[in-house]
Nanobody, 129 residues
Framework: QLQLVESGGGLVQPGGSLRLYCAASGFSLDDYAVGWFRQAPGKEREGVSCISSLDANTYYADSVKGRFTISRDNAKNAVYLQMNSLKPEDTAVYYC??????????????????????WGQGTQVTVSS
């Protein structure tokens, strides 16, 4: 069974840090672009960051640029999202997703949610004092 599982969420004070993990089981993430998305209460799900399968090209939403860092460890079949300088507006359920692109497109970081094939169940991040 192909599955993505997120972990690492929790409650943190403003200015704090969290590191989210996205682990794959049943398939190798090597050939997959991976994205992080989030959905706050009453809002639509939005893209946060993504990383390509080749060359580790990355994308960040303007709202998190300079504070979040996405990385991948193919040996551990995982992708991480390091979140620093967290703000209350970062509070949301965070999801990771994966898509396997054709070889010629594997240097591309995929922004669009609709292109992703596999999704995790989400992990809650709450930033509050």
């Amino acid at each position: 069974q192909l599955q993505l599982v997120e972990s690492g969420g929790g409650l943190v004070q403003p200015g704090g840090s969290l590191r989210l993990y996205c682990a794959a089981s049943g398939f190798s993430l090597d050939d997959y672009a991976v994205g992080w998305f989030r959905q706050a209460p009453g809002k639509e799900r939005e893209g946060v960051s993504c990383i390509s399968s080749l060359d580790a090209n990355t994308y960040y939403a303007d709202s998190v640029k300079g504070r979040f860092t996405i990385s991948r460890d193919n040996a551990k079949n995982a992708v991480y999202l390091q979140m620093n300088s967290l703000k209350p507006e970062d509070t949301a359920v965070y999801y990771c997703a994966a898509v396997r692109l054709p070889l010629l497109l594997r240097t591309i970081c995929v922004h669009e949610q609709g292109r992703y094939d596999y999704w995790g169940q989400g992990t809650q991040v709450t930033v509050s004092s």
